[in-house]
């Protein structure tokens, strides 16, 4: 298990730019496979994209390839979502999440156990 906090968000304007970060503690976070999600009021939680234990590989939802990019930093026990050209269907409480990386059920959102608390984004003129 991996206890993991999120920050970074915030108020931001449409076509604006915002970075969340993810700080988690523990052993394991190398070994994890990291991913965000995100919920918007009225509608259930939705998978935004995830990366593999090294940092080698991603995984998008459609509505924000291209937009959002994920990284991570093992060295720091890390977690980062890029996001650019925001939408205000963006507008989302998000959440950082990580799963045992066995096989590629990580790339698409499946059997993340360990969950942050959440970071509310907004995004409107």
């Known amino acids: 298990q991996v206890q993991l906090v999120e920050s970074g968000g915030g108020w931001v304007q449409p076509g604006g730019s915002l970075r969340l970060s993810c700080a988690a503690s523990?052993?394991?976070?190398?070994?994890?496979?990291m991913g965000w999600f995100r919920q918007a009021p009225g509608k259930e939680r939705e998978f935004v994209g995830s990366i593999n234990w090294d940092g080698s590989r991603t995984s998008y939802a459609d509505s924000v390839k291209g937009r959002f990019t994920i990284s991570r930093d093992n060295a720091k026990n890390t977690l980062s979502l890029q996001m650019s050209d925001l939408k205000p269907e963006d507008t989302a409480v998000y959440y950082c999440?990580?799963?045992?990386?066995?096989?590629?059920?990580?790339?698409?959102?499946?059997?993340?156990?360990?969950w942050g608390q959440g970071t509310q984004v907004t995004v409107s003129p």
């Open positions: 523990g052993r394991t976070f190398s070994t994890y496979a």
């Open positions: 999440a990580g799963r045992v990386q066995i096989g590629d059920a990580w790339k698409a959102g499946v059997g993340f156990r360990s």
